[in-house]
């Protein structure tokens, strides 16, 4: 009776049995005496040192104490204040003009020829006030612009040093209805840095 052939998938995995055999011997014959089992305190700080050291800091809570901010934006409200004033005084001023102007118009105080002329003076008047309204708006949302700039720096400045004593991977901008939904309290450096800020300002300011 002819013997049947030995199949090809049985001598493979016969090959493969014996290389693991001979894997597992040189494992356990060859491993240094003081490595770490699998499964070790090792890997947990193999993957201790993986993790990014991640921090952040809250940016409403920066806005509304740091001294710095406080006096920006003081600036700011008063040239904001300062130019609606000036807009406000002028336009009272060509409105007082107007009713004057009609009231000496319908009193028949002046004729329809001076009313005219007056009119289109007030016109021109009011034109000019409109364009000096638009470069002040401008004014002021430049000036923001640039104190929202000088923050940044400010801050940025203070992160890079503060963060070579620290050594985070990630220092995070948190705000209220940002891109952070959800931060762990115990990531927040808040204060530590704010303190730090607050005092860099009024060491300056001495």
Known sequence: ????????????????????????????????????????????????????????????????????VRLLKENLENTGNRLQGEILREQQALEKDAADLQSKYESGRITQSEAQQRYEKLMMDQQALMDKKERYTQQVAEQEYKMNIELLDTVDSFLRRFNQQYGYDYILAYRTAGEILIASDKLDITQQVLDQLNQEYAARNQ
Do not use: C, Q, W
């Open 1 to 68: 009776m002819r013997k049947n052939p030995i199949n090809l998938n049985t001598v493979l995995l016969l090959v493969v049995l014996a290389g693991l055999i001979v894997l597992y011997i040189l494992f356990f014959t060859f491993r240094p005496s003081g490595s770490a089992e699998p499964g070790s305190g090792d890997s947990t700080e193999m993957a201790a040192l993986a993790r990014p050291r991640v921090v952040f800091v809250n940016i409403d809570t920066l806005n509304e104490h740091y001294e710095f």
